[in-house]
């Protein structure tokens, strides 16, 4: 009998884009995509350890699975990604209905875990530095859009974070490969792609570095729009920015994470650049490309944050006008460098203010800058169609807004060209103008069901 896998995906796009991996290794070894819970024989949770309450979520979502594994005890439910890692044998304490548990270097030998499966839960958390993922053939879903990752791990250190852990250090995918990759991703009908990695412009091989990669990228036949997240500061080069100002096929977004304005914050966390820094590249990136669009990560109520570091960062917020940001209260991580050296000293209740306090800030200025738009006509690729409205396309503008639109007769992969008549702070909603350039047959795969949640990015 075909085992049927089904995966959920909680955290960032580089575990959405695992999953894939995962889906691809599992599906290369004979195994089949579910389509529901119910006719899964293996349920995969690849799960994120960023913050206590992603790992909160998926114990809950554990919790609830309790019931379908009663009814069917032949059915296997695996645990993978960072919280995996993160807990190991821990979380079969926890959770001991779990039948595996594998960490981000060993989806390569998913098949074989699962296979060799027997009535004790297997462990599989080691980290392996080779681990690439070389010749494995992600399974995406049909469309227009695909992640590729092309770095794993990360060597910083931010003393807040638990990736460096969880993932282990950094390395690169061979140039050579992405570029093969994308050429095949172009050939199938993938027009859109977005660069993954940890600290993406770290990215080297040779002597080609991450400036270099996504112009070569940027020039594949068919290739339409390159993305990439998250860039660090530390490394932003002039090099970078000429090259996303001037490459018609970069997206012209960037999401920047900032996490704090106040210099000895950033020194607490590690972050290796002042807040002057940050500007400067800020402000490079808009002389050099007036459309550009920047987002950015925050922490408020990190250890040791004064009343007078927090205001620091609540006025960059208001001066830098951020598209949006993803905004957080410091949660302690245990591995964390700061779980083991710091206090997590700050009240939880001056935390949520300051975060409220922030969302507030913030979610005026996306507000203002999304509101802007109405009147005028943007250029828009189309991704897909509104689940909620089949008539209604979908897709992203050059600095990478949502839009929403009447899908008239256009398709995905196509451009065309929107008159905004409204906004919220999230998304343009608009008038179909014209075609301005249809798009080649987007790419059909087997759909694959994973259930995805995507969180911030951790830079
Ligand atoms: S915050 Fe980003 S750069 Fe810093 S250690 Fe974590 S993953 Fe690396």
Not at 172 to 184: C, F, H, Q, S, Y
Not at 189 to 215: C, E, H, M, P
Not at 310 to 336: C, G, P
Request: hydrophobic share 40%; charged share 25%.
């Amino acid at each position: 009998m075909t085992m049927k896998v089904l995966i959920e995906t909680y955290g960032c796009q580089m575990n959405t884009a695992d999953s894939e991996l995962i889906m691809g290794i599992l599906t290369a070894a004979g195994f089949e995509p579910a389509h529901a819970l119910e006719e899964a024989n293996v349920i995969i949770l690849n799960t994120c350890a960023v913050r206590e309450k992603a790992e909160a979520r998926i114990l809950g979502r554990l919790t609830n699975l309790v019931p379908l594994k009663r009814l069917r005890p032949d059915l296997l439910i695996g645990v993978v990604g960072c919280m995996a890692k993160h807990l190991g044998e821990k979380l079969v304490e926890k959770v001991p209905y779990v039948d595996f548990v594998a960490g981000p270097d060993k989806y390569r030998t998913l098949p074989e875990i699962i296979a060799n499966k027997r009535k004790k839960a297997e462990i599989h958390t080691e980290f392996d530095r080779s681990e690439l993922y070389t010749g494995c053939t992600p399974k995406r879903p049909s469309g227009v859009t695909a992640w590729v990752t092309i770095q794993r791990g990360c060597n910083y250190v931010c003393t807040y974070c638990i990736v460096p852990h969880v993932r282990g250090g950094e390395r690169n995918v061979p140039a050579a490969d992405i570029l093969t990759e994308v050429k095949r991703l172009a050939e199938m009908g993938f027009s859109v792609v977005t660069l993954l990695g940890q600290t993406v412009n770290s990215y080297v091989d040779g002597d080609i570095n991450f400036a270099k990669l996504l112009r070569m990228v940027a020039n594949v036949e068919g290739i339409e729009q390159v993305r990439f997240t998250s860039p660090h500061p530390l490394g932003f080069s002039d090099e970078l920015i000429e090259v996303i100002a001037t490459e018609p096929h970069v997206a012209k977004f960037v999401h920047l994470p900032l996490q704090s304005a106040s210099d000895s914050q950033l020194v607490a966390m590690r972050r290796k650049y002042t807040y002057e820094e940050y500007e400067t590249i800020v402000h490079k990136l808009r002389e050099k490309c007036p459309e550009i669009a920047i987002s950015t990560d925050i922490i408020v109520g990190f250890c040791g944050e004064s009343e007078e570091d927090y205001q620091k960062t609540r006025q960059a917020i208001i001066d830098n006008r951020f598209a949006f940001a993803f905004l957080f209260a410091y949660s302690e991580r245990s591995l964390s460098i700061a779980a083991r050296t710091m206090k997590d000293d700050i009240p939880s209740e001056v935390k949520q203010r300051r975060l409220a306090e922030i969302i507030d800030i913030q979610q005026h200025i996306s507000k203002e800058i999304y509101e802007s738009r109405i009147g005028s006509r943007v250029e828009v690729i189309v991704e897909g169609y509104s689940r909620r409205n089949s008539d209604q396309a979908v897709g992203n503008t050059r600095d990478f807004k949502t839009t929403i639109f009447d899908r008239g007769d256009c398709e995905p992969g196509d451009w065309v060209e929107v008159e905004v008549d409204s906004a919220t702070s999230q998304t343009l909603v608009g008038r179909q103008i014209r075609i301005i350039k249809k798009g080649r047959a987007p790419a059909v795969e087997n759909q694959i069901d994973v259930g995805i949640s995507l969180g911030p990015t951790e830079n």
